[in-house]
T-cell receptor, first 113, second 112 residues
Framework: AQSVTQPDIHITVSEGASLELRCNYS??????LFWYVQSPGQGLQLLLK??????LVQGIKGFEAEFKRSQSSFNLRKPSVHWSDAAEYFC???????????FGRGTSLIVHP | DTAVSQTPKYLVTQMGNDKSIKCEQN?????MYWYKQDSKKFLKIMFS???????INETVPNRFSPKSPDKAHLNLHINSLELGDSAVYFC???????????FGPGTRLTVL
């Protein structure tokens, strides 16, 4: 069965600093990978996804993520964080033919002015 | 033109009561889901419907009963509410198979 690990429960960065949120997955074949963002009091919104092809994927709001098969990772990055990026970030993994992705426990991003 | 909507947004009720949460999507998706998010933000899938048929039914107390009157609606009825049912419930939808999910704004249920 697939699983997802987000090792950081909280990450604190200063506004304007770069950001990397870690995600490791456990799955035998090539997984379907997602990053979602949940702003306070809101539902989840897709930032980006990887199904195949170029391992560096671009998403909305200036985010990108890189699929590294050798490390079973799909880390999320942003070069310069804005205060509005403060939110909960979820990594999810799924397998083809399944309807349901497995979500990580989430990383809470705190942005200091 | 909200994509996935849920009502109500907040629900406060007493233990033992029965309550329902409604969900509608206008995206034309085939598949809809209910998730429960606990106080630690952990997301747990509860149910999934595809074209009005139940396809996923995780280990959830049978006090929870989903109902899909048509492809665009998936409601959640909860009987005999317990304190542990307090959580945020999210509805989501997607096209058939594993793909991007579109989430509703959530319903915060508080059981007193």
């Amino acid at each position: 069965a697939q699983s997802v690990t987000q090792p950081d429960i909280h990450i604190t960065v200063s506004e304007g600093a770069s950001l990397e949120l870690r995600c490791n997955y456990s799955y035998g074949a090539t997984p379907y990978l997602f990053w979602y963002v949940q702003s306070p009091g809101q539902g989840l919104q897709l930032l980006l996804k990887y199904f195949s092809g170029d391992t560096l994927v671009q998403g909305i709001k200036g985010f990108e993520a890189e699929f590294k098969r050798s490390q079973s990772s799909f880390n999320l990055r942003k070069p310069s964080v804005h205060w509005s990026d403060a939110a909960e970030y979820f990594c999810a993994v799924g397998e083809g033919g399944s309807y349901i992705p497995t979500f990580g426990r989430g990383t809470s991003l705190i942005v200091h002015p | 033109d909200t994509a996935v909507s849920q009502t109500p947004k907040y629900l406060v009720t007493q233990m033992g009561n029965d309550k329902s949460i409604k969900c509608e999507q206008n995206l034309g998706h085939d598949t809809m889901y209910w998730y429960k998010q606990d106080s630690k933000k952990f997301l747990k899938i509860m149910f999934s419907y595809n074209n009005k048929e139940l396809i996923i039914n995780e280990t959830v107390p049978n006090r929870f009963s989903p109902k899909s009157p048509d492809k665009a609606h998936l409601n959640l009825h909860i009987n005999s509410l317990e304190l542990g049912d307090s959580a945020v419930y999210f509805c989501a939808s997607s096209t058939r198979g594993l793909s991007e999910q579109f989430f509703g704004p959530g319903t915060r249920l508080t059981v007193l």
